[in-house]
Protein backbone atom coordinates (compact mmCIF):
# COMPACT_ATOMS: atom_id res chain seq x y z
CA UNK A 1 0.00 0.00 0.00
CA UNK A 2 1.19 3.44 -0.38
CA UNK A 3 1.14 6.78 0.90
CA UNK A 4 -0.20 7.32 4.38
CA UNK A 5 -0.24 3.77 5.59
CA UNK A 6 3.30 2.65 3.61
CA UNK A 7 5.93 1.05 5.17
CA UNK A 8 4.34 0.94 8.44
CA UNK A 9 7.50 2.71 10.20
CA UNK A 10 5.49 2.61 13.80
CA UNK A 11 4.95 -1.33 13.83
CA UNK A 12 9.02 -1.38 12.60
CA UNK A 13 10.00 1.03 15.09
CA UNK A 14 8.36 -1.26 17.97
CA UNK A 15 9.73 -3.67 16.82
CA UNK A 16 13.07 -3.01 17.47
CA UNK A 17 13.86 -2.25 13.76
CA UNK A 18 16.66 0.46 12.96
CA UNK A 19 15.76 2.87 10.28
CA UNK A 20 17.80 4.32 8.03
CA UNK A 21 16.48 7.61 5.61
CA UNK A 22 17.53 10.82 4.23
CA UNK A 23 15.92 14.25 3.02
CA UNK A 24 14.51 15.85 0.58
CA UNK A 25 15.39 19.77 0.02
CA UNK A 26 15.94 20.42 -3.98
CA UNK A 27 11.58 20.41 -4.01
CA UNK A 28 12.70 17.63 -7.42
CA UNK A 29 9.92 14.69 -8.18
CA UNK A 30 12.82 12.97 -9.76
CA UNK A 31 15.42 13.65 -7.12
CA UNK A 32 12.75 12.00 -4.67
CA UNK A 33 12.19 9.06 -6.81
CA UNK A 34 16.47 8.25 -7.33
CA UNK A 35 16.72 8.50 -3.53
CA UNK A 36 13.52 6.34 -2.37
CA UNK A 37 14.85 3.77 -5.20
CA UNK A 38 18.53 4.01 -3.19
CA UNK A 39 17.88 1.66 -0.67
CA UNK A 40 16.30 3.73 2.27
CA UNK A 41 13.80 3.16 4.95
CA UNK A 42 12.71 6.66 4.61
CA UNK A 43 12.80 9.67 2.70
CA UNK A 44 11.85 13.27 4.39
CA UNK A 45 10.43 16.40 2.06
CA UNK A 46 11.61 19.22 3.76
CA UNK A 47 9.66 22.02 3.31
CA UNK A 48 11.02 23.69 6.22
CA UNK A 49 14.57 24.64 4.98
CA UNK A 50 14.27 23.07 1.23
CA UNK A 51 13.72 24.67 -2.42
CA UNK A 52 9.88 22.88 -2.40
CA UNK A 53 6.82 24.22 -1.10
CA UNK A 54 3.69 22.23 -0.32
CA UNK A 55 2.59 22.87 -4.14
CA UNK A 56 5.47 20.59 -4.89
CA UNK A 57 4.51 18.03 -2.31
CA UNK A 58 2.29 15.67 -3.87
CA UNK A 59 4.06 14.95 -6.81
CA UNK A 60 7.17 14.05 -4.32
CA UNK A 61 5.15 11.54 -2.25
CA UNK A 62 3.97 9.84 -5.08
CA UNK A 63 6.85 9.63 -7.10
CA UNK A 64 8.18 7.97 -3.33
CA UNK A 65 5.05 5.65 -3.68
CA UNK A 66 6.30 4.05 -6.83
CA UNK A 67 9.51 2.88 -4.34
CA UNK A 68 10.05 0.78 -1.18
CA UNK A 69 11.11 4.29 0.88
CA UNK A 70 8.04 5.61 3.45
CA UNK A 71 7.54 9.69 2.65
CA UNK A 72 7.72 11.66 5.44
CA UNK A 73 7.54 15.58 5.44
CA UNK A 74 9.65 18.07 7.68
CA UNK A 75 6.77 20.87 8.07
CA UNK A 76 7.20 24.84 8.22
CA UNK A 77 6.19 24.98 11.86
CA UNK A 78 3.55 23.78 14.60
CA UNK A 79 0.74 24.79 13.03
CA UNK A 80 -2.40 22.52 12.89
CA UNK A 81 -3.43 23.54 9.02
CA UNK A 82 0.35 22.88 8.08
CA UNK A 83 0.68 19.61 9.59
CA UNK A 84 -3.05 18.50 8.31
CA UNK A 85 -1.66 19.60 4.64
CA UNK A 86 1.06 16.91 4.74
CA UNK A 87 -0.86 14.27 6.00
CA UNK A 88 -3.28 14.59 3.59
CA UNK A 89 -1.02 14.72 1.15
CA UNK A 90 -0.47 11.30 1.74
CA UNK A 91 2.55 11.70 4.01
CA UNK A 92 3.18 8.41 6.02
CA UNK A 93 4.39 10.88 9.15
CA UNK A 94 5.42 13.98 10.25
CA UNK A 95 8.88 15.81 11.56
CA UNK A 96 8.21 19.06 13.66
CA UNK A 97 10.81 21.03 13.83
CA UNK A 98 11.79 23.06 17.57
CA UNK A 99 10.18 21.37 19.79
CA UNK A 100 11.30 22.73 22.85
CA UNK A 101 8.76 21.26 25.36
CA UNK A 102 6.38 18.47 26.49
CA UNK A 103 3.66 21.02 26.18
CA UNK A 104 4.77 21.65 22.14
CA UNK A 105 5.02 18.04 21.45
CA UNK A 106 1.49 17.30 22.52
CA UNK A 107 0.36 20.12 20.48
CA UNK A 108 2.01 18.24 17.40
CA UNK A 109 0.23 15.29 18.38
CA UNK A 110 -3.09 16.62 18.29
CA UNK A 111 -2.47 17.42 15.25
CA UNK A 112 -1.85 13.90 13.97
CA UNK A 113 -5.08 12.88 15.70
CA UNK A 114 -8.51 13.13 14.65
CA UNK A 115 -11.20 14.20 17.07
CA UNK A 116 -12.01 13.07 19.85
CA UNK A 117 -7.91 12.21 20.42
CA UNK A 118 -6.74 15.28 18.34
CA UNK A 119 -7.70 17.95 16.19
CA UNK A 120 -7.16 17.03 12.64
CA UNK A 121 -9.26 17.74 10.58
CA UNK A 122 -11.22 15.47 8.89
CA UNK A 123 -11.46 15.41 4.85
CA UNK A 124 -11.76 12.34 2.23
CA UNK A 125 -11.66 14.30 -0.93
CA UNK A 126 -7.79 14.27 -0.45
CA UNK A 127 -4.69 11.53 -1.00
CA UNK A 128 -4.55 10.11 2.14
CA UNK A 129 -8.21 8.94 1.63
CA UNK A 130 -7.65 8.04 -1.68
CA UNK A 131 -9.99 10.70 -2.86
CA UNK A 132 -13.40 9.64 -0.81
CA UNK A 133 -12.33 5.62 -1.70
CA UNK A 134 -10.59 4.79 1.41
CA UNK A 135 -13.03 6.15 4.23
CA UNK A 136 -11.64 3.35 6.21
CA UNK A 137 -8.45 4.92 6.85
CA UNK A 138 -10.27 7.26 9.21
CA UNK A 139 -10.27 4.31 11.53
CA UNK A 140 -6.59 3.51 11.35
CA UNK A 141 -4.90 6.82 10.61
CA UNK A 142 -3.92 7.73 14.14
CA UNK A 143 -2.42 4.77 15.43
CA UNK A 144 -0.41 4.73 11.66
CA UNK A 145 1.07 8.08 11.43
CA UNK A 146 5.07 8.91 12.30
CA UNK A 147 5.40 11.45 14.91
CA UNK A 148 8.90 12.83 14.70
CA UNK A 149 9.84 15.97 16.91
CA UNK A 150 13.16 17.63 16.58
CA UNK A 151 15.29 18.24 19.57
CA UNK A 152 17.50 21.54 18.49
CA UNK A 153 17.58 23.38 21.38
CA UNK A 154 19.34 23.23 25.38
CA UNK A 155 15.92 23.81 27.10
CA UNK A 156 14.67 20.75 24.35
CA UNK A 157 17.48 18.71 25.58
CA UNK A 158 16.81 19.61 29.06
CA UNK A 159 13.36 17.93 28.77
CA UNK A 160 13.98 15.41 26.65
CA UNK A 161 12.16 13.13 29.47
CA UNK A 162 9.63 14.96 29.38
CA UNK A 163 9.30 15.04 25.78
CA UNK A 164 9.88 11.30 24.90
CA UNK A 165 7.38 11.11 27.51
CA UNK A 166 3.94 12.44 25.58
CA UNK A 167 1.60 9.84 24.45
CA UNK A 168 1.76 9.73 20.54
CA UNK A 169 5.67 10.90 19.96
CA UNK A 170 7.32 8.35 18.20
CA UNK A 171 10.86 9.67 17.67
CA UNK A 172 13.14 12.23 19.40
CA UNK A 173 15.27 13.22 16.00
CA UNK A 174 18.48 15.69 16.87
CA UNK A 175 19.31 18.45 14.67
CA UNK A 176 22.51 18.72 14.59
CA UNK A 177 23.56 22.08 12.86
CA UNK A 178 21.05 23.95 15.25
CA UNK A 179 21.72 21.88 18.33
CA UNK A 180 25.55 22.45 17.95
CA UNK A 181 24.77 26.19 17.17
CA UNK A 182 22.48 26.72 19.98
CA UNK A 183 25.73 25.27 22.69
CA UNK A 184 28.31 27.38 21.29
CA UNK A 185 29.92 24.22 19.18
CA UNK A 186 28.73 24.83 15.64
CA UNK A 187 29.20 22.08 13.25
CA UNK A 188 31.18 20.63 16.21
CA UNK A 189 30.20 17.37 16.76
CA UNK A 190 33.24 15.85 18.68
CA UNK A 191 32.55 18.89 21.42
CA UNK A 192 31.79 17.25 24.33
CA UNK A 193 28.43 19.57 25.01
CA UNK A 194 27.25 17.81 22.18
CA UNK A 195 27.87 14.79 22.67
CA UNK A 196 26.17 14.75 26.16
CA UNK A 197 23.21 16.29 24.47
CA UNK A 198 22.78 13.22 21.88
CA UNK A 199 23.79 10.89 25.07
CA UNK A 200 20.76 12.44 27.09
CA UNK A 201 18.24 12.31 24.21
CA UNK A 202 19.25 8.66 23.77
CA UNK A 203 18.76 8.08 27.53
CA UNK A 204 15.71 10.10 27.49
CA UNK A 205 14.65 7.49 24.23
CA UNK A 206 15.56 4.29 26.09
CA UNK A 207 14.06 4.96 29.61
CA UNK A 208 10.29 5.78 28.07
CA UNK A 209 10.12 3.13 24.68
CA UNK A 210 10.86 5.82 22.35
CA UNK A 211 13.12 6.09 19.50
CA UNK A 212 15.75 8.41 18.94
CA UNK A 213 16.86 10.10 15.60
CA UNK A 214 19.48 11.90 14.30
CA UNK A 215 21.02 13.33 10.71
CA UNK A 216 24.25 12.86 10.26
CA UNK A 217 26.85 14.16 7.58
CA UNK A 218 27.49 10.73 5.75
CA UNK A 219 27.25 6.83 6.34
CA UNK A 220 30.76 7.03 8.61
CA UNK A 221 29.48 9.83 10.66
CA UNK A 222 26.42 7.92 11.48
CA UNK A 223 28.49 4.98 13.12
CA UNK A 224 28.55 6.77 16.30
CA UNK A 225 25.18 7.58 16.31
CA UNK A 226 24.36 4.28 15.90
CA UNK A 227 26.64 3.11 18.88
CA UNK A 228 25.17 5.40 21.26
CA UNK A 229 21.67 3.31 20.63
CA UNK A 230 19.98 6.13 17.80
CA UNK A 231 17.39 3.87 15.54
CA UNK A 232 16.06 6.25 13.13
CA UNK A 233 19.31 8.08 11.02
CA UNK A 234 19.70 10.14 8.25
CA UNK A 235 21.99 10.92 6.32
CA UNK A 236 22.77 14.05 4.14
CA UNK A 237 20.09 14.57 1.43
CA UNK A 238 19.46 14.66 -2.05
CA UNK A 239 21.22 17.96 -2.31
CA UNK A 240 24.35 17.12 -0.30
CA UNK A 241 24.43 13.74 -3.02
CA UNK A 242 24.32 15.87 -5.65
CA UNK A 243 26.74 18.44 -4.28
CA UNK A 244 29.37 16.17 -3.36
CA UNK A 245 29.37 14.39 -6.19
CA UNK A 246 29.76 16.70 -9.16
CA UNK A 247 32.46 18.26 -6.77
CA UNK A 248 34.02 15.27 -6.87
CA UNK A 249 33.92 14.38 -10.47
CA UNK A 250 35.20 18.29 -11.31
CA UNK A 251 38.08 17.57 -9.29
CA UNK A 252 39.02 14.40 -10.94
CA UNK A 253 38.38 15.50 -14.10
CA UNK A 254 40.43 18.62 -13.54
CA UNK A 255 43.37 16.08 -12.40
CA UNK A 256 43.61 14.30 -15.51
CA UNK A 257 43.22 17.56 -17.48
CA UNK A 258 46.32 18.83 -15.63
CA UNK A 259 48.10 15.53 -16.86
CA UNK A 260 51.34 14.07 -14.90
CA UNK A 261 52.77 16.45 -12.00
Known amino acids: MEGQFAGRLRERLSGGETLIGTF ?30 EGDLVSQLQALATTEASGLVR ?12 LDSGAAGVMAPRVDSADQARLVVSSTRYPPAGTRGVALMNRA ?17 LVVVQIESPAA ?11 GVDVLFVGPSDLSHALGCFGRFDDERFAEAVHAVAAACRESGKTAGVLAGSPA ?3 RYLAEGYRF ?26 GPA
Not at 75 to 86: D, F, M, Q, T, W
Not at 130 to 142: E, K, S, T
Not at 233 to 254: I, N, P, T
Request: proline letters at 0%.
Open 24 to 53: LNLGSTVSAEICGAAGFDWALVDLEHGSGT
Open 75 to 86: VESHERSRIGRA
Open 129 to 145: AGFGARVGMLRQADEMV
Open 157 to 167: VADARAIAGVE
Open 221 to 223: DAQ
Open 233 to 258: VGVSGDGGFLAKGAAAAAAELRKLAA
